[in-house]
């Protein structure tokens, strides 16, 4: 049942998005992100622990430091296979009895990978958390693989790369995108792999990944629900205390020369009914990037796509008329440098062409007269606001903490969003822009169909 | 063993509160479900949860698609999707920047059987946000600028729809299950369909629709039950009483066995297979609903994912569940293989059918699926939002107040003779529908093969 491959930028945006403020007036007055308590294992494993006592209920994580752009030439996949076989047993917890064990106590469990991190997770009861705390960390060094179970667990990855992707052309045509927009990076890579790599892996390929990756201090344990932080400290000691840390490769990705040349990528499918646009531009993330700058570009994005009354929306769907669909996405919680994206749907009776220039002309205005200050005080009180309705998601604050940790952005940082946010200005946004939007760092998109 | 888990007498008691004319308390699990009726009297669940600063409501009223007139398929979702596109005095620029400029959420959403309407606030704007709910439903414009901007972005996802194997194999079985009633036609309505529809429709069917006697309502959140009265009756008062919207014809037995082929040239063959299912108010609904739990409902733990994913690598998912309507009950589940497997997919399915039927379920796997029913029942009571949604589908279904109290014995009084007994009622492997959405070159090869094994019993 581990379902998730990838994160998808609406799903992460929502992580991003999702932090807590309560309105204040003056800056020195706004309140911290959802109140995390945190220490640190001696075997260094670091716990995350936040407090929501409305429902008896907790969610369980624990993060590790290692995901797909950290994976060698010519296996890729192998982050998210692993992640899949984590479920085949220890000499503990038979094969195939982990997620029944969870369910017979009324827990439901599952477990995602990304191009940064691979994520294992249980939501149950509030008092099965040692339960959860012993068999999770059991599986830490604990896994058994035989050839039987991975061969058959490899058709299933298979079978979920056509699901996901092989079946679907927007899903085909994003692994073009990605694959132009990185020249060397491993971005460009997919996070389930390329088919003939994915045939290819094998169960030792699977034992050297977790034998090298999988380790208390290449983790982050994360509790969130009705708990009490020095309780779970305490648990933590008990069952992940004893763990052996173990010498863990530096984080070194291929790096990114410099990008030269716009890239323009059509691809033509059957399948295709409604032509789509879009264009990506190189950007910093949390980590690699200056904070300000960062925050600048998440109420820009904010600006262009929140909502009925963006600037893209407004103009484009509302009083042009010549989009059914257009929006912006931008991830700044990667380890290494993102990308800030534009697309559009054009409506019927408009052609692709006109809408890119639309939509450019969008951009260009940003690039030459920025945004005004009105718009960035409704920007940013709806991104307050949304923070606040977020705090309605016990998991939601799990994921933010976890994801961006282990993207190696900072806990204050994560911590003072909303401080961060609130301090934008549009001087601030038309200096983010200038540095983002360059053509030739960018990768442009037409998924057509066929014929056209 | 199932232990017992709730042996704790009735929690509800009556309280009284000023303004409001009544209210039934209910303490179950995290939610503490009061029922209170508004001096105008309006009816609502409420929880009140002060540690959040927002308020969350949802509305269903019954009906939806399937009291829609074929010839006007989609209507109920082009209602949908415009009711927050102006009202009263706002036109949709207006209203739209409001909801922006206040962060609030107006949100409307149509099914077979129901019209949902939901809404969402920071506690601090709970008045404007009610006002907003309630000019969108007693006066929304529907002018014809923005109707025809909705209706363009429904016809580009209908188009694009065309080309998704899963939209098109459900639509295809519910056009097979359902042939001649309402529910053969989808809520999205069709091209043609959408084409032709325009606002004099939404107003009538607005009238229709958006009524006091078919209308249930629940909230949580930052507010006192005085207040939240006032604001019922605010939002809600102003609306007909009735109308004459019609029922639904009932559907005692799906129309199966039936194999058909959609051909679509994709790597993944995708598959939707089902039969009858149980409706709510079904004495047997329990009992489905545990039985489906271990057929294919749980997660991992699944017969059907035993024998297809884990042991086989067929799949990468495989699922069933119930959708109890109305006026029918339907059980479905989906999966999706490789053209070289598909046939045998489906022959698995259609054995596990026959053992469930034959040989029953274990008595361990009958404490299992009661551990996990009831132990993870409360993960869905984890938000506000879902709590509200909860609290809606509960009054929608008629289930008591104290529901949520009583549901673990429910679950912990089915047998295994019930399960048997269930077993025989629906899971017929002969009697399956099976759309399945593949590869041109196999669809002669897979109707055969599936023609003949359903023909052969």
Same mark, same amino acid.
């Given at each position: 049942?581990?379902?998730?491959? *990838?994160?998808?930028?609406?799903?992460?945006?929502?992580?991003?998005?999702?932090?807590?403020?309560?309105?204040?007036?003056?800056?020195?007055?706004?309140?911290?992100?959802?109140?995390?308590?945190?220490?640190?294992?001696?075997?260094?494993?670091?716990?995350?622990?936040?407090?929501?006592?409305?429902?008896?209920?907790?969610?369980?994580?624990?993060?590790?430091?290692?995901?797909?752009?950290?994976?060698?030439?010519?296996?890729?996949?192998?982050?998210?296979?692993?992640?899949?076989?984590?479920?085949?047993?220890?000499?503990?917890?038979?094969?195939?009895?982990?997620?029944?064990?969870?369910?017979?106590?009324?827990?439901?469990?599952?477990?995602?990978?990304?191009?940064?991190?691979?994520?294992?997770?249980?939501?149950?009861?509030?008092?099965?958390?040692?339960?959860?705390?012993?068999?999770?960390?059991?599986?830490?060094?604990?896994?058994?693989?035989?050839?039987?179970?991975?061969?058959?667990?490899?058709?299933?990855?298979?079978?979920?790369?056509?699901?996901?992707?092989?079946?679907?052309?927007?899903?085909?045509?994003?692994?073009?995108?990605?694959?132009?927009?990185?020249?060397?990076?491993?971005?460009?890579?997919?996070?389930?792999?390329?088919?003939?790599?994915?045939?290819?892996?094998?169960?030792?390929?699977?034992?050297?990944?977790?034998?090298?990756?999988?380790?208390?201090?290449?983790?982050?344990?994360?509790?969130?629900?009705?708990?009490?932080?020095? =309780?779970? *400290?305490?648990?933590?000691?008990?069952?992940?205390?004893?763990?052996?840390?173990?010498?863990?490769?530096?984080?070194?990705?291929?790096?990114?020369?410099?990008?030269?040349?716009?890239?323009?990528?059509?691809?033509?499918?059957?399948?295709?009914?409604?032509?789509?646009?879009?264009?990506?531009?190189?950007?910093?993330?949390?980590?690699?990037?200056?904070?300000?700058?960062?925050?600048?570009?998440?109420?820009?994005? =904010?600006?262009?796509?929140?909502?009925?009354?963006?600037?893209?929306?407004?103009?484009?769907?509302?009083?042009?008329?010549?989009? $059914?669909?257009?929006?912006?996405?931008?991830?700044?919680?990667?380890?290494?440098?993102?990308?800030?994206?534009?697309?559009?749907?054009?409506?019927?009776?408009?052609?692709?062409?006109?809408?890119?220039?639309?939509?450019?002309?969008?951009?260009?205005?940003?690039?030459?007269?920025?945004?005004?200050?009105?718009?960035?005080?409704?920007?940013?009180?709806?991104?307050?606001?949304?923070?606040?309705?977020?705090?309605?998601?016990?998991?939601?604050?799990?994921?933010?903490?976890?994801?961006?940790?282990?993207?190696?952005?900072?806990?204050?940082?994560? $911590?003072?969003?909303?401080?961060?946010?609130?301090?934008?200005?549009? =001087?601030?946004?038309?200096?983010?822009?200038?540095?983002?939007?360059?053509?030739?760092?960018? $990768?442009?998109?037409?998924?057509?169909?066929?014929?056209? | 063993?199932?232990?017992?888990?709730?042996?704790?007498?009735?929690?509800?008691?009556?309280?009284?509160?000023?303004?409001?004319?009544?209210?039934?308390?209910?303490?179950?699990?995290?939610?503490?479900?009061?029922?209170?009726?508004?001096?105008?009297?309006?009816?609502?669940?409420?929880?009140?949860?002060?540690?959040?600063?927002?308020?969350?409501?949802?509305?269903?009223?019954?009906?939806?698609?399937?009291?829609?007139?074929?010839?006007?398929?989609?209507?109920?979702? %082009?209602?949908?999707?415009?009711?927050?596109?102006?009202?009263?005095?706002?036109?949709?620029?207006? *209203?739209?920047?409001?909801?922006?400029?206040?962060?609030?959420?107006?949100?409307?959403?149509?099914?077979?059987?129901?019209?949902?309407?939901?809404?969402?606030?920071?506690?601090?704007?709970?008045?404007?946000?009610?006002?907003? *709910?309630?000019?969108?439903?007693?006066?929304?414009?529907?002018?014809?600028?923005?109707?025809?901007?909705?209706?363009?972005?429904?016809?580009?996802?209908?188009?694009?729809?065309?080309?998704?194997?899963?939209?098109?194999?459900?639509?295809?079985?519910?056009?097979?299950?359902?042939?001649?009633?309402?529910?053969?036609?989808?809520?999205?309505?069709?091209?043609?369909?959408?084409?032709?529809?325009?606002?004099?429709?939404?107003?009538?069917?607005?009238?229709?629709?958006?009524?006091?006697?078919?209308?249930?309502?629940?909230?949580?959140?930052?507010?006192?039950?005085?207040?939240?009265?006032?604001?019922?009756?605010?939002?809600?008062?102003?609306?007909?009483?009735?109308?004459?919207?019609?029922?639904?014809?009932?559907?005692?037995?799906?129309?199966?066995?039936?194999?058909?082929?959609?051909?679509?040239?994709?790597?993944?063959?995708?598959?939707?297979?089902?039969?009858?299912?149980?409706?709510?108010?079904?004495?047997?609904?329990?009992?489905?609903?545990?039985?489906?739990?271990?057929?294919?409902?749980?997660?991992?733990?699944?017969?059907?994912?035993?024998?297809?994913?884990?042991?086989?690598? %067929?799949?990468?998912?495989?699922?069933?569940?119930?959708?109890?309507?109305?006026?029918?009950?339907?059980?479905?589940?989906?999966?999706?293989?490789? =053209?070289?497997?598909?046939?045998?997919?489906?022959?698995?399915?259609?054995?596990?059918?026959?053992?469930?039927?034959?040989?029953?379920?274990?008595?361990?796997?009958?404490?299992?699926?009661?551990?996990?029913?009831?132990?993870?029942?409360?993960?869905?009571?984890?938000?506000?939002?879902?709590?509200?949604?909860?609290?809606?589908?509960?009054?929608?279904?008629?289930?008591?107040?104290?529901?949520?109290?009583?549901?673990?014995?429910?679950?912990?009084?089915?047998?295994?003779?019930?399960?048997?007994?269930?077993?025989?009622?629906?899971?017929?492997?002969?009697?399956?529908?099976?759309?399945?959405?593949?590869?041109?070159?196999?669809?002669?090869?897979?109707?055969?093969?599936?023609?003949?094994?359903?023909?052969?019993?």
């Amino acid at each position: 049942m581990q379902k998730k491959v *990838f994160q998808f930028a609406a799903l992460l945006n929502l992580f991003v998005a999702a932090l807590f403020i309560s309105p204040a007036h003056a800056s020195s007055e706004i309140p911290k992100l959802f109140d995390p308590k945190t220490t640190t294992l001696e075997n260094g494993l670091e716990v995350v622990v936040i407090e929501d006592h409305r429902a008896p209920i907790v969610t369980h994580m624990v993060w590790y430091r290692v995901g797909a752009a950290d994976e060698s030439a010519g296996k890729s996949g192998i982050a998210h296979f692993l992640e899949h076989l984590m479920f085949k047993g220890t000499a503990k917890i038979g094969p195939g009895q982990f997620s029944k064990i969870i369910a017979e106590n009324g827990g439901q469990d599952n477990a995602f990978t990304s191009q940064d991190y691979t994520a294992y997770y249980q939501n149950a009861a509030a008092d099965k958390l040692p339960l959860l705390m012993d068999m999770e960390s059991d599986r830490m060094q604990g896994l058994i693989l035989n050839d039987a179970a991975v061969g058959a667990e490899l058709q299933v990855i298979l079978e979920e790369r056509s699901q996901r992707t092989d079946n679907n052309p927007s899903a085909l045509f994003g692994e073009q995108l990605r694959a132009a927009q990185y020249l060397a990076h491993p971005y460009g890579i997919p996070v389930i792999g390329w088919r003939a790599e994915m045939e290819e892996l094998t169960t030792q390929d699977a034992i050297d990944w977790y034998n090298t990756y999988y380790a208390p201090n290449n983790a982050i344990l994360v509790v969130a629900g009705d708990v009490n932080a020095e =309780e779970v *400290f305490e648990l933590a000691r008990k069952y992940y205390g004893p763990k052996k840390p173990m010498a863990i490769p530096p984080r070194k990705r291929l790096h990114e020369p410099p990008q030269l040349a716009k890239r323009i990528v059509i691809m033509e499918d059957e399948r295709v009914r409604e032509p789509s646009w879009q264009q990506s531009f190189m950007a910093p993330s949390a980590r690699t990037g200056d904070i300000k700058q960062v925050r600048a570009l998440e109420v820009l994005d =904010e600006i262009l796509s929140g909502g009925a009354t963006s600037r893209f929306s407004e103009q484009l769907v509302r009083d042009q008329k010549i989009a $059914v669909g257009v929006g912006s996405y931008y991830d700044s919680s990667s380890y290494d440098p993102s990308s800030f994206t534009v697309y559009g749907r054009p409506a019927s009776g408009t052609s692709l062409d006109d809408l890119e220039a639309a939509i450019v002309k969008i951009i260009d205005d940003v690039l030459t007269n920025g945004v005004t200050e009105a718009e960035v005080k409704a920007a940013k009180k709806r991104m307050l606001a949304a923070a606040i309705y977020a705090r309605d998601s016990v998991s939601g604050a799990a994921n933010i903490f976890g994801a961006a940790l282990t993207s190696g952005e900072k806990i204050e940082d994560i $911590v003072n969003w909303p401080k961060q946010i609130s301090e934008v200005t549009k =001087e601030d946004i038309f200096a983010a822009a200038k540095a983002v939007f360059k053509q030739r760092s960018s $990768v442009v998109g037409k998924l057509l169909p066929k014929g056209e | 063993m199932g232990q017992k888990v709730n042996m704790k007498k009735s929690l509800c008691q009556l309280a009284l509160v000023p303004f409001v004319l009544a209210v039934i308390v209910c303490n179950a699990q995290a939610a503490k479900i009061q029922e209170i009726v508004s001096p105008g009297g309006i009816k609502a669940w409420f929880v009140q949860e002060n540690s959040i600063p927002i308020l969350n409501m949802e509305v269903i009223w019954k009906g939806g698609s399937g009291v829609v007139d074929p010839q006007k398929a989609g209507l109920a979702e %082009l209602m949908a999707s415009t009711m927050d596109e102006g009202a009263a005095e706002l036109d949709s620029k207006a *209203f739209q920047g409001r909801l922006a400029d206040l962060s609030v959420s107006v949100s409307f959403s149509a099914g077979k059987d129901t019209f949902r309407g939901r809404l969402k606030t920071l506690s601090a704007n709970n008045e404007q946000a009610f006002d907003l *709910f309630a000019k969108a439903i007693t006066a929304p414009r529907f002018d014809a600028d923005p109707v025809e901007r909705i209706r363009g972005q429904l016809l580009a996802g209908l188009n694009r729809n065309l080309s998704n194997p899963r939209s098109m194999a459900g639509k295809a079985w519910f056009e097979t299950a359902f042939k001649g009633h309402p529910y053969a036609v989808s809520t999205e309505g069709n091209l043609q369909t959408m084409a032709t529809l325009t606002p004099e429709d939404l107003k009538a069917f607005k009238q229709q629709q958006i009524v006091k006697e078919n209308m249930v309502i629940s909230v949580i959140g930052d507010i006192t039950p005085e207040k939240l009265g006032e604001m019922l009756d605010k939002t809600f008062g102003a609306l007909p009483e009735k109308s004459d919207l019609g029922a639904v014809a009932e559907v005692a037995h799906l129309n199966g066995p039936s194999v058909q082929v959609i051909p679509m040239e994709i790597p993944q063959s995708i598959i939707v297979f089902g039969g009858d299912g149980v409706k709510r108010d079904d004495p047997d609904y329990y009992a489905a609903y545990v039985l489906n739990y271990i057929l294919g409902g749980g997660g991992f733990e699944s017969r059907l994912n035993a024998e297809i994913r884990e042991k086989r690598g %067929l799949v990468y998912s495989i699922y069933t569940y119930l959708s109890p309507f109305e006026a029918a009950g339907v059980h479905l589940g989906g999966l999706g293989t490789s =053209e070289k497997s598909t046939l045998e997919a489906v022959q698995l399915i259609r054995e596990e059918l026959k053992k469930i039927r034959t040989e029953g379920v274990t008595e361990e796997e009958l404490v299992a699926a009661k551990k996990y029913l009831n132990g993870s029942f409360a993960l869905r009571l984890s938000s506000n939002e879902n709590i509200a949604n909860i609290m809606a589908s509960m009054q929608f279904s008629n289930l008591p107040i104290d529901y949520l109290e009583n549901r673990a014995d429910l679950i912990n009084a089915v047998t295994l003779e019930d399960l048997k007994r269930v077993a025989q009622r629906l899971m017929d492997p002969d009697k399956l529908i099976v759309t399945i959405v593949g590869k041109s070159a196999y669809k002669a090869e897979w109707e055969e093969g599936l023609k003949k094994a359903l023909d052969s019993h």
